[in-house]
């Protein structure tokens, strides 16, 4: 995971360093830190915590130059302390690096590089690497080569990535080798911004928006060497490249909080617009169906599909689930979702049909980057549902749709699970107007898709009603989140949000299953909050809800307006408007992610940046 960033130019480096952090923070927020080369010295900053103790540490401590590294943590190996902040540094003091990504063997390399006298300050599996290239470095200079000539730098950095077993992005600085940058890339991304007489690095391009368009995105076993000379690009096994140099895409960042407290109460606010953005331009009405500019595969391709398997990663694999019931529904499409973290090292089987679609809201997630890779291997079309513009795996999908949600920053999800959902419920239109759906049927689901975004202004009107609930359910520490059918992926989301920002135990299971195990769990002390919203099987639900007050458990109900026969029966009711069973996730979700926002708060937690959460997960 962790985020890094590198310059080497002209400009005073300690400003564009701290603004790239803050903008990888998504990445991770354990601890930060940067290094930089003053009069030819290294100088490091590191702090645990925020970007902002490091800025605040600079204010007191202050560094000037314009080459530097930095680099902000979540915590694979070691705890988040200020020994296991990066940059380490290396040997002697010759080399200092920042690492992104896990280094498997790193407990042999430290092993045998404390045989050699290294002596590590840190936990991490990072700090091996800053001491094999120190000791790669000092063997070349036993050689008789230079320390202070690129080359020699280089062949040390070649020589330490071969011992490497693991996912690394790395980015160096040399004591002796002033001005010069040189990084390194296995599995973790590195992306390197090219200015007039200056060079730009991040793990992704997120810090170099509004420094420059023209980026080389690192592919794996290639290292680049950044000086004031140029830039220069070696392959492990094929020397060197030409930069393949691309235009970033660049995206307005509205992240302001405007007049919100937080960003996940902003953007629960958002999905009216965001829900709106997702359909523009894609409702055919002329043939009742959806329409999509980036699929990149012809129709008759899509008509041969036998067989989808949708794969990602937490929420987005909630609207995974969601989305097998559509495309099921409506498409008559076998639909399977994995997880992403087992289908990479799964090798179910696959027909020739079978076309895959990643879903990810970052379009980072190192596990569904790595399925989506090991799918496309197999020569499966690949195709993403994506929210960030230009994202690792947007660029490396076959085609996809993207969810233009706007930046989400609160590290629980929220308007990019509606969006998946909403781009899923055209995708399943689409592909069932190929095939069984009638056009009537098709001009239905349009008419009542444009309906949406009002009726989620209109959800949103519960507001109030979910803040004062929260109040009397702050206190629980464990709760049953239960639906079925259409609801039951909501279930799991609704536990989901409310374990990642309130630290409360919550387990979603489907109403009907819960039988068959979680109802012993069932007492005054453990609420059950069941989504029972009017539909094919509302009173199979009802029924549910009595077995769970028989055994004294209290309920919340997420109900219909109107529902009176639910006030019987549960000990607190969310209401929100009636719609079609496949459209209910969408408005359902939205009282669950102000339950566990309100109970969050109550809790004293800190909803944006959650304990041990970080928005991407960049590594598996
Ligand atoms: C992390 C985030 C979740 C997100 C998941 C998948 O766990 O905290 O909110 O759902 O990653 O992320 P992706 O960007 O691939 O949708």
Redesign the pocket.
């Known amino acids: 995971m962790c985020g890094i960033v590198g310059y080497v130019g002209h400009r005073d480096v300690a400003g564009f360093l701290l603004e790239g952090l803050h903008r990888l923070e998504y990445r991770g927020y354990d601890s930060a830190g940067i290094a930089v080369l003053q009069n030819d010295e290294i100088k490091v900053r590191k702090k645990a915590g925020r970007v902002q103790e490091l800025s605040s540490e600079l204010d007191s401590n202050p560094v000037q130059s314009s080459i530097g590294i930095g680099h902000t943590r979540w915590a694979t190996h070691g705890e988040a302390t200020n020994e296991n902040s990066h940059p380490h540094i290396g040997g002697n003091g010759e080399v200092v690096l920042v690492h992104n990504g896990v280094i498997e063997n790193y407990i042999d390399l430290r092993n045998q590089l404390q045989g050699l006298g290294f002596v590590f300050k840190s936990q991490t599996d990072s700090e091996v690497i800053a001491h094999l290239l120190a000791h790669h470095l000092q063997e070349q200079v036993k050689l008789g080569e230079d320390a202070s000539t690129k080359e020699t730098c280089l062949k040390a950095l070649e020589l330490t990535t071969r011992k490497l077993n693991g996912t690394y992005g790395i980015v160096a600085m040399f004591k002796e080798c002033s001005n010069t940058i040189i990084c390194a890339r296995a599995g973790s991304p590195l992306v390197i911004g090219i200015g007039k007489d200056e060079y730009f690095l991040g793990s992704d391009s997120s810090p170099l928006i509004g420094y420059t368009e023209d980026v080389v995105y690192l592919s794996d076993y290639e290292i680049a060497i950044l000086s004031s000379d140029g830039m220069e690009i070696i392959h492990r096994d094929s020397g060197h490249q030409s930069p393949s140099i691309q235009t970033l895409k660049q995206v307005s960042a509205d992240s302001d909080l405007g007049d919100f407290e937080h960003y996940m109460l902003k953007e629960i606010y958002e999905q009216p617009q965001s829900i709106e953005n997702a359909m523009r331009g894609r409702l055919d009405e002329d043939e009742a169906t959806a329409k999509f500019g980036g699929l990149n595969i012809d129709p008759q391709q899509l008509r041969k599909i036998d067989r989808i398997v949708l794969t990602?990663?937490?929420?987005?694999?909630?609207a995974g689930l969601v989305g097998e019931y559509l495309l099921e529904e409506f498409a008559r499409i076998p639909t399977e979702v994995e997880y992403?973290s087992e289908l990479r090292y799964r090798n179910p089987p696959m027909t020739d049909n079978t076309m895959v679609f990643?879903?990810?809201?970052?379009?980072?997630?190192a596990d569904?980057l790595a399925a989506m890779r090991e799918c496309k291997r197999k020569g499966h079309p690949t195709l993403a549902i994506?929210?960030?513009v230009g994202s690792t795996?947007a660029r490396e999908a076959d085609g996809g749709i993207y969810l233009h949600a706007g930046p989400e920053i609160g590290?629980?999800?929220t308007k990019?699970?509606t969006s998946?959902v909403t781009v899923l419920t055209l995708l399943a239109l689409y592909l069932g107007r190929m095939r069984h759906l009638s056009q009537p049927a098709g001009s239905r689901i349009i008419q009542q898709l444009k309906e949406i975004p009002d009726i989620i202004r209109k959800t949103l009107k519960c507001h109030e009603a979910v803040k004062d609930i929260s109040e009397r359910y702050c206190h629980y520490e464990n709760f049953l989140y239960l639906g079925r059918l259409y609801n039951f992926p909501v279930a799991l989301e609704g536990a989901?949000k409310l374990k990642?920002i309130s630290y409360s135990h919550a387990e979603g299971y489907p109403a009907a299953e819960m039988k068959q195990g979680p109802i012993a769990l069932v007492d005054e002390k453990t609420p059950s909050v069941f989504i029972v919203p009017r539909g094919n099987i509302y009173p199979k639900v009802l029924s549910n809800l009595e077995e769970i007050k028989a055994r004294k458990g209290p309920v919340i109900a997420i109900a219909c307006e109107g529902d009176t026969r639910i006030e019987q029966l549960a000990d607190d009711v969310i209401y929100v408007p009636d719609v079609e069973d496949y459209l209910q996730p969408l408005v359902t979700s939205i009282p669950l992610q102000f339950l566990s926002y309100h109970i969050a708060l109550l809790r004293g937690c800190n909803v944006d940046r959650p304990r041990n959460?970080?928005?991407?997960?960049t590594v598996e």
Request: charged share 10%; net charge negative; proline share 0%.
């Open positions: 990602a990663c937490g929420t987005s694999w909630h992403a990643t879903i990810t809201q970052s379009g980072e997630t569904t994506c929210n960030v795996i590290v629980a999800s990019a699970f998946q989901l990642e959460l970080a928005k991407s997960v």
